[in-house]
C-alpha cells in the first residue's frame, strides 16, 4: 500500500523533535495515564532524566517512598536541575503527609530545602515558586515556614504570574483565618487570567473547606461555564462535589468531560479520573458501572489501590 505523501511528509517533520527527546514516548504514557506501561518503557534506564520520570510515575500512583526513592536518584544524577529538585521536594512532602509526626517533622524540612535548591536554580520557575510560597504559608517555622518568607515569594509571582500571586497571597490569608481576603484574592486571581477555570474550581474548594454550599456549587458551575480546555481542573471540581456529597451527576459529567477531552495529564491521571468516577458511580447506586471503572483504572496503574481496594 502507498504511503501518502502527506502523511510521509508529517513523519519526517517529526523524527527530528522525537530524536531530540528519546523520552518522548515515556512523557506520553505519563500524560495520558498509562504508569505500567511508562514504568516498562523505563527498563533498567538509571539516567537522571529516567529516574526523574520513573519519580513522577510513582507520585501518580501515589507510591511515596518509591517516588522519593527515585527523585532522590534523579537529583543526585543532576543537582543543577530546578526541576528535579522541585518533584523531590513533592515527593518528600507528600510522604510527609502520610508518615508519623517525627518523620514528618524530619521530612519538612527536606521540603523546604528542594523547594528553596528549585527556585535557587531557576528564579523564574512558577511551578517551584508557587510550590516554595505554598510552603511557607503553610509549614511553622520551626521546619523552615513563616508568613513573612511567604510573602516574599509572592512579591516576586506579582511580576511574573499576577494570578499565582493573588493565589500565594489567598493561601497566607486562609492561614490567618482572614476568609475575607482569601475569598477576595482568589476572586482577583480569576481576573488575573486568560482561563479563569481553575481558578473558579479552586474557590469551590475553599468554600467547601468553610461550608459554604451555595457558593461552593455556584462556583463549580462557573467552572464548567468557563472550561475551555477540559484540562486536570475539571477533577478539582468533581472531588468537590464528592467530598460534599452533592450533584453527583454533575461531578461524573466532570470527570467524563476530562477523560474524553483529549488534554489529559499527570497533574490529574487518567487513573484517577476513572477511579473517581467509579467512587460517583458507586456513591449513586450503580455498582456494576463503578466496578467497570475500577478495572479500567486498575489496567493503566495496577499499583494504585487508594482506600485499600
Not at 523531590?88 to 528553596?116: I, M, N, P
Not at 489529559?264 to 487518567?270: C, G, M, N, Q
Request: aromatic content about 8%; some cysteine.
Amino acid at each position: 500500500m502507498r504511503i501518502p505523501t502527506l502523511v510521509v511528509l508529517s513523519l519526517s517533520l517529526c523524527m527530528p523533535a522525537l530524536a531530540a527527546d528519546p523520552y518522548s514516548s515515556v512523557r506520553v504514557a505519563l500524560n495520558s495515564g498509562r504508569a505500567d506501561y511508562a514504568v516498562a518503557l523505563l527498563g533498567n534506564d538509571t539516567s537522571p532524566t529516567a529516574e526523574n520520570l520513573r519519580c513522577r510515575v510513582y507520585y501518580s500512583e501515589e507510591r511515596w517512598d518509591l517516588a522519593v526513592q527515585a527523585c532522590e536518584a534523579s537529583v543526585r544524577g543532576n543537582p543543577n536541575s530546578s526541576d528535579y529538585h522541585l518533584w523531590l521536594g513533592r515527593a518528600y512532602g507528600e510522604k510527609a503527609e502520610h508518615a508519623l509526626f517525627v518523620t514528618a517533622y524530619d521530612l519538612a524540612k527536606h521540603v523546604a530545602r528542594e523547594f528553596e535548591a528549585a527556585v535557587q536554580l531557576d528564579k523564574k520557575n512558577l511551578e517551584a515558586l508557587s510550590d516554595l510560597g505554598e510552603f511557607y504559608a503553610e509549614a511553622p517555622s520551626v521546619v523552615g515556614g513563616g508568613r513573612d518568607k511567604a510573602l516574599k515569594v509572592a512579591a516576586t509571582l506579582q511580576e511574573l504570574d499576577p494570578s499565582r500571586y493573588h493565589m500565594l497571597l489567598a493561601q497566607i490569608a486562609e492561614r490567618d483565618h482572614d476568609y475575607a481576603t482569601t475569598d477576595n484574592e482568589i476572586h482577583l486571581a480569576i481576573r488575573a487570567t486568560p482561563d479563569p477555570s481553575e481558578g473558579w474550581f479552586d474557590l469551590a474548594s475553599f468554600y467547601r473547606r468553610r461550608a459554604r454550599w451555595p457558593e461552593m456549587l455556584d462556583a463549580v458551575h462557573k467552572g464548567q461555564a468557563t472550561d475551555v480546555h477540559h484540562g486536570p481542573s475539571l477533577l478539582d471540581g468533581a472531588q468537590n462535589l464528592r467530598r460534599s456529597g452533592r450533584e453527583l451527576d454533575l461531578a461524573a459529567t466532570l470527570a467524563r468531560t476530562y477523560l474524553n477531552g483529549g488534554h489529559l495529564s499527570e497533574a490529574a491521571p487518567a487513573f484517577r479520573a476513572h477511579w473517581l468516577l467509579g467512587e460517583l458511580l458507586e456513591m449513586r447506586g450503580d455498582p456494576a458501572a463503578a466496578q467497570t471503572e475500577y478495572a479500567v483504572a486498575s489496567a493503566l496503574a495496577k499499583n494504585y489501590k487508594p482506600n485499600g481496594k
